[in-house]
């Protein structure tokens, strides 16, 4: 009988919730209740069909709980696991001195766990998926600070070697080289470039063979 395979299959089940066992034990009720219809001398057998006929309908619908509330704890069961894994990955993730904070991820992470061990299926998995949004939520805020430090860091190692070249320029000491992410660009040496050879022009003396006031001159 339909009752008696909901009974059995709820004490096998660890998912069923209170509204699937309402529902069985108003079918046995009502099973009870058409089974002393037919004890009496002369049954109303009409009425005990619709009594039986209850019973079933209350049966069907606490299959359809119970099996509501397997399909349910299997996926917050999953969800978890997902959850769970997605918030450890997070955690290990490391870039630039930057670390994601997944402390409120863990703290819904754990209050899921909390809603599942006690059949609040829906709570669960509403809260898993809050763990996995704010789990997220760190990583992107992570990875964005890391990649701000990385243009840092870059800007800086670019201003040290364009202050290197600059010095090397007016030092005459050859032409500039830049590091960039898209490349190596250099330039020529600016005195061979700007100038072009110099000639050296010898000094005059005057008659008293004093050195003359006329200094060489090169244009720049």
């Not at 096998?12 to 002393?36: F, S």
């Not at 899921?112 to 898993?128: C, H, I, M, N």
């Not at 890391?146 to 320029?169: G, K, L, T, Y």
Request: net charge neutral; charged share 30%; glycine share 6%.
């Amino acid at each position: 009988m339909r009752v008696d395979e909901l009974t059995r299959g709820l004490e096998r089940q660890r998912t069923d919730r209170v509204r699937a066992n309402e529902r069985c034990r108003e079918a046995g009720r009502l099973v009870e209740v058409a089974e002393q219809g037919l004890r009496l001398q002369r049954p109303d057998l009409r009425q005990v069909g619709q009594v039986l006929e209850a019973a079933d309908t209350a049966a069907a619908r606490g299959e359809e709980l119970a099996a509501e509330d397997d399909r349910l704890a299997r996926q917050a069961f999953e969800d978890l696991e997902e959850t769970d894994g997605l918030v450890r990955r997070v955690a290990a993730w490391y870039g630039e001195g930057v670390s994601p904070d997944v402390q409120p991820a863990i703290a819904a992470l754990e209050a899921a766990k909390s809603f599942l061990s006690r059949q609040r299926y829906e709570d669960s998995l509403k809260t898993s998926a809050e763990a996995a949004r704010l789990a997220k939520d760190s990583y992107a805020a992570a990875t964005a600070e890391a990649e701000r430090r990385r243009r840092r860091r870059q800007a800086e190692i670019q201003r040290r070697q364009m202050e290197d070249s600059f010095a090397r320029m007016s030092r005459g000491a050859g032409p500039w080289v830049i590091q960039l992410p898209g490349g190596t660009f250099s330039g020529p040496d600016p005195w061979r470039t700007m100038h072009g050879p110099t000639v050296a022009h010898p000094p005059s003396r005057t008659a008293d063979s004093s050195w003359s006031s006329n200094t060489v001159q090169s244009g720049w």
